[in-house]
């Protein structure tokens, strides 16, 4: 029979093997996932998906906060990142309404580019373009020569300007788009 002190144990006792073992595997598994991982956003360049509903709550919080009384609905958002690693935004059955409820401009779709540099160093929605695709505009004219632009082409939609001529219309779509951008769109 042998003296279990004459000889040295050879090796860590079975308990700390097992754990050796066990955190190997675990190892092992984590970096089989993080390689599966890895390549999952390279897969989304180019498809368009549903977003989620945390960042559907978070554009209708940025859009109230820069319509103030206006309000932005829309029926559906979608997100791309494209081949150039721009993510763009589309939103479906978008209407816009003033304070009072009324319909200001109805658009099938309204598409953002978003600054990928503005979102990962800025941390801030910095926008690129905005397209508005299937967008109709009502132009009426009064008897007194005054005319009323509506956007979205039904009879119910309310005006977005009312008075202008149409001398003076040109005018007004360039003072629209001569406005500063808002910096309130932080991310």
Do not use: N, Y
């Amino acid at each position: 029979m042998r003296d279990p002190g004459a000889f040295p144990a050879s090796g860590p006792p079975p308990r700390q093997r097992k754990a050796g073992r066990r955190l190997a595997a675990a190892t092992l598994g984590a970096l089989l996932l993080l390689i599966l991982l890895l390549p999952a956003p390279l897969w989304l360049i180019g498809r368009e998906i549903a977003a989620p509903p945390w960042l559907r709550e978070r554009v209708e919080q940025a859009a109230a906060a820069s319509l103030g009384e206006d309000a932005l609905r829309f029926g559906a958002l979608r997100l791309e990142i494209g081949r150039d690693l721009h993510p763009r935004i589309r939103l479906l059955d978008v209407s816009l309404s003033d304070g009072a409820g009324r319909v200001l401009a109805r658009v099938p779709e309204l598409a953002v580019t978003l600054s990928p540099r503005g979102l990962i160093l800025d941390r801030r929605l910095l926008v690129q373009q905005i397209a508005l695709r299937g967008a109709v505009l009502s132009l009426r004219r009064g008897r007194d020569g005054q005319l009323d632009l509506a956007f979205g082409g039904d009879e119910d939609s309310a005006p977005a300007w009312t008075g202008a001529t149409l001398l003076a219309l040109p005018e007004r779509f360039e003072a629209l788009f001569d406005r500063p951008p808002s910096r309130r769109c932080k991310g």
